[in-house]
């Protein structure tokens, strides 16, 4: 008999130790998956009149009564910048609903109020808010321009004399960040280029860019907008290395890089490229360089911006904004 009650003992102990408590449930709690929803918090933020330019940042509030995926969106009213922030949570803090200014989707914030709304993916309720920006965020590296005091007079430009040429800077609420942006478009039959702008070191004071020697760590940032029935332009970012310091740049033996982008997104995207995935290109095609073939970025004395098409093509056009150099990785805007 009592072998019989040590024996009952010991297997019952074994049973219960091996099933885990309610705490070390693995999986989705029942109150996750089966409980009522409800708002415990209402929707809030940590400061209302955000001043992203001096690195402030807020964080959005919020509880509810289980675990669920949310959806937080953020809009500017003037711009339509969007930020999209998302979560799986019961909480909404500032370890997971921080935002310090940046987007998801250009253009970028100005200063604008913005609406705040809160979402979730199996429930209607939807929470709203509204904030102010009080100073866009700014972003470290070396600004060629965003537009905003118009033509550097000491850049180049040329258009042809075709048909609706536009080569000028351009005011409007669509732009991709601030105000304005370089418009660039018009109809030519005869000739691959229809215009061009020319961005020297020399604009800037300098004989070279201020960037630093490593090609991988320097990266080539522009925003770039295609009109959604228009896809015959051509881009063509060049960049002009003085070799050997003389202060001018040589075409028969010293290095040019480029990119040639083709316009296939419609509205405003970014495009950003390692200096040292830069090719040399002739005609659109990989080619040898004509100067020492080494990537040095603190060289480069000067950034073209060439706008083609097909001249059988018709009319082309794009739209230029935020060309800038950051260090270390691209643009985060």
């Known amino acids: 008999m009592k072998y019989s009650l040590l024996f009952s003992a ?33 929707l809030s933020a940590s400061v209302y009149d955000v001043d992203f330019g001096t690195g402030q940042t807020t964080f959005f509030k919020a509880s509810f009564s289980k675990n669920i995926a949310w959806k937080l969106n953020i809009t500017g009213l003037e711009s339509g910048a969007k930020k999209e922030i998302t979560g799986f949570s019961n909480v909404l803090d500032a370890t997971n609903a921080t935002w310090n200014g940046t987007i998801t989707k250009l253009p970028l914030f100005r200063i604008e109020d913005c609406a705040v709304e809160l979402t979730f993916d199996t429930e209607t309720d939807t929470l709203r808010d509204t904030l102010h920006v009080a100073s866009a965020r700014i972003n470290e590296g070396f600004l060629l321009s965003d537009f905003e005091d118009g033509v550097n007079p000491g850049w180049q430009s040329f258009a042809q004399s075709g048909a609706s040429m536009s080569f000028a800077v351009q005011t409007s609420d669509s732009a991709a960040q ?96 390692k200096y040292s995935d830069l090719a040399t290109l002739v005609n659109g095609s990989p080619a040898t360089p004509a100067g020492n073939g080494v990537h040095e970025p603190n060289k480069l004395s000067q950034v073209n911006v060439l706008f083609l098409k097909n001249p059988s093509s018709g009319y082309a056009h794009t739209r230029l904004d935020y060309l800038i150099f950051t260090q270390g990785a691209p643009l985060v805007p």
């Open 178 to 273: 601030g105000a304005k942006y370089f418009d660039m478009g018009g109809v030519v039959d005869w000739d691959w280029l229809l215009g061009y702008l020319y961005l020297p070191a020399s604009a800037y004071g300098a004989t070279t860019y201020p960037l630093s020697s490593n090609p991988d760590e320097v990266f080539f940032n522009s925003m770039i907008y295609k009109s959604e029935s228009l896809s015959n332009g051509i881009l063509l970012f060049q960049f002009t290395e003085d070799d050997n310091g003389d202060g001018t740049f040589t075409s028969a033996n010293e290095d040019m890089y480029s990119i040639q982008v083709t316009l296939s997104e419609n509205g405003w995207s970014q495009l950003s490229v």
């Open 10 to 42: 010991i297997i019952s102990l074994v049973v219960f130790s091996g099933c885990k408590t309610d705490d070390e449930f693995d999986g989705p709690s029942l109150n996750d998956l089966y409980g009522k929803f409800s708002i415990v918090e209402p």
